[in-house]
């Protein structure tokens, strides 16, 4: 049995993306604020949806997916309901293991990870890390709950803020770029809707050869970086406005503001 504690986007984007990888309805326990929620989730997708302790009583991996500021008063709410024998899955941003572990009672395996909005699609990036407690089977049962949906990735845990601010928010700056590059498209005269056909299949084109090539990817730039073309003319222009630089400056910017968020 697995319960999701906290039903927001990312929540149920996981919720969702269970049952499409084959979990039945009835394996999946789902927690809502609201009344309206709560009957929303069990119409949508035919789960259950109890409160928080009872959700942490009933199953055996619990995944916390609440707001990083919610995290306190959540764990508090279930740290008499969670025996060592459970596995805490932690997917709030900029949550470490080691709050976690100082909010339940004895040593219960906590596991943090990562993911991303694409899982909606299986196609979502997320990274784990293991607790003190956490042991490689409560890793590699980690990583057979969310591979469906997905790449799986192994890091430090020093490494999840940045994880967190690459990938975690890392679709919102695709969107923005695909968003800009269609009004190029518009301001060169092109229809809206024949600019984002083709931009989307462009970047879906381009981030397949990344991933099956194993090139890198000034590599596959190069390829159609011609001396005097079009494509370094468009380069220097994003030179020229620092792009590269106000990539690096926000996210960043990005991994800063998780950490405040955590910190409350």
Known sequence: MIAILGTGKMGEALLSGL?????????????ARRAERAEALRERYGVRVLSNPEAAKSAETIILAVKPQDMASLLAEIAPHVPQDRLVISAAAGITTAFVESHLSGEVPVVRVMSNTPVLVDEAMSVISAGSHASEEHLRRTEDLLRPVGKVLRIPESQQDAATALSG????????????????????????????????????????????????????????TSPGGTTISAIAELERHSVRAAFLAAIEAARNRGRELAAG
Do not use: C, N, W
């Open 169 to 224: 928010s890392g679709p919102a700056y695709f969107f923005y770029l695909v968003e800009a590059m269609v009004d190029a498209g518009i301001l060169l005269g092109m229809p809206r809707a024949a600019a984002l056909d083709m931009v989307t299949q462009s970047i879906v084109g381009a981030a397949i050869m990344l991933r099956d090539s194993g090139e890198h990817p000034v590599i596959l730039r190069e390829a159609v």
């Open 19 to 31: 049952l499409r990888a084959g979990f039945k309805p009835g394996d999946v326990i789902a927690t």
